[in-house]
């Protein structure tokens, strides 16, 4: 997408546990399906295009009761209708989201009514929601690579945090909602980092916008970390 673009951008990652008693036997040795996951937390950043690059403006979590989680998405898409950009959306989860929304009986409008077939949220292509592990494996000509791989590769700190997905479901057992919540946290932003990367080698912006977003990225980083809860945040302040 444009640097040009007057719409929000806002990176997005979610962390799901096995609904309760939905996981078949099929899916008992192998990753359940979108329907057998169920929604427990959502990180959201916020970048705001400018002539000089990417300005970063928020990073917000949001935890617990799967139709709160879902209701967020449904307001920002009717309010906003931003560019959406995630790792792996497409398959994962964009394809949760709207699932669940589905069993919930949570209205996704904003999701599917704007733009048309070839410009939408759903559409593969289109600029609406940009799915970097998608783009990045040439739309499924090559093999997909993790997100954990490919941002440290340009020096993020990937899944450095003692934890990935295969944890989730023991740390909510256990109460630990506050690591998970880090965790989903950690990968949008190294889902930020991997996009300003991927804009910079596709033209999208040049290499003084791409020296300005990354300023403006560890300043961003600098204010979250200071709080008392952002710890987990230190590690991408060496970048």
């Known amino acids: 997408m444009s ?6 951008i806002i990176l997005t990652d979610v962390e799901t546990i096995p609904a309760e008693g939905m ?3 099929e899916t008992k040795n192998s990753f359940p399906v979108s329907i057998y996951h169920k929604l427990i937390a959502a990180s959201f950043s916020v970048l705001n295009p400018t002539p000089k690059g990417y300005d970063f403006q928020q ?3 949001i935890s617990g009761s799967e139709p709160k989680i879902l209701s ?8 906003t209708q931003p560019w959406w950009v995630t790792y792996n959306g497409h398959s994962f989860d964009f394809n949760v989201i709207n699932i ?6 949570i209205p996704q409008k904003g999701w599917y009514q704007p733009g048309t077939k070839w410009a939408s949220y759903p559409n593969r292509f289109a600029d609406w929601h940009t799915d970097l592990c998608d783009v990045m494996s040439g739309y499924g000509a090559t093999k997909k690579l993790k997100l954990d791989v490919v941002a440290a590769s340009i020096g993020l700190p990937g899944k450095s945090l003692g934890m990935d997905g295969s944890k989730v479901a023991d740390y ?3 109460g630990r909602l506050a690591e998970i919540r880090n965790y989903c946290e950690a990968d949008t932003l190294n889902t930020a980092g991997v996009y300003l990367r991927w804009q910079l080698i596709t033209g999208e912006i040049n290499l003084a916008q791409y020296a300005y977003s990354i300023e403006q990225f ?3 980083l600098e204010r979250e970390g200071q709080k008392d809860d952002a710890r987990h945040l230190h590690k991408f302040r060496d970048l």
């Open 3 to 8: 640097i040009s673009s007057h719409r929000p």
């Open 72 to 79: 967020a998405y449904s307001r920002i898409h009717e309010r």
């Open 218 to 220: 560890l300043c961003f």
């Open 172 to 174: 909510y057992a256990a």
């Open 100 to 105: 669940r929304s589905f069993v919930n009986g």
């Open 23 to 25: 996981v078949l036997e």
């Open 59 to 61: 990073l917000i979590t």
